[in-house]
């Protein structure tokens, strides 16, 4: 500060006394929400993502899934096994068969962590917006 100036660029930069939406415990999850959004940039896997959702709660058997998607049984399993391992899918065993469900906890993390950059701090986007649809 020099006379009655604050030297504003200092003042938030060292202090960090601006609000952010975005908790420590957010932050530090970033890596996990850049592996989820990775696993998902995929056109393949985005589309498993979202039929998964819309056969909320039962899921679907792997055959279903392929059917449904017209992904090759080898290929699909490449895509499930990468959707499990960043936890956006769970899987349990049903006899013979492998039935898949969206992890609908993790996805409503990753985007509660969207949201709150998105729409809490800066209101780029106005969450009416992202809720309703024309």
Do not use: W
Not at 31 to 59: C, F, N, Q
């Amino acid at each position: 500060m020099s006379g009655n100036r604050l030297d504003i660029g200092s003042y938030f930069c060292k202090y960090r006394n601006m609000p952010t939406a975005l908790s420590k415990k957010s932050m530090e999850n970033v890596p996990k929400y850049a592996d989820m959004l990775s696993a998902m940039g995929t056109e393949p896997r985005l589309r498993i993502v979202r039929l998964l959702l819309s056969a909320h709660p039962e899921g679907m058997v792997v055959n279903e899934i392929g059917e449904e998607l017209e992904i090759p049984g080898s290929t699909l399993s490449h895509h499930l096994e990468k959707l499990k391992n960043e936890d956006l899918v769970q899987v349990r065993r049903e006899g013979t068969f492998l039935r898949y469900t969206a992890n609908t906890s993790a996805l409503q993390e990753l985007l509660g962590f969207l949201y709150a950059e998105c729409c809490t701090r800066n209101k780029v986007v106005e969450p009416q917006r992202i809720v309703c649809c024309k």
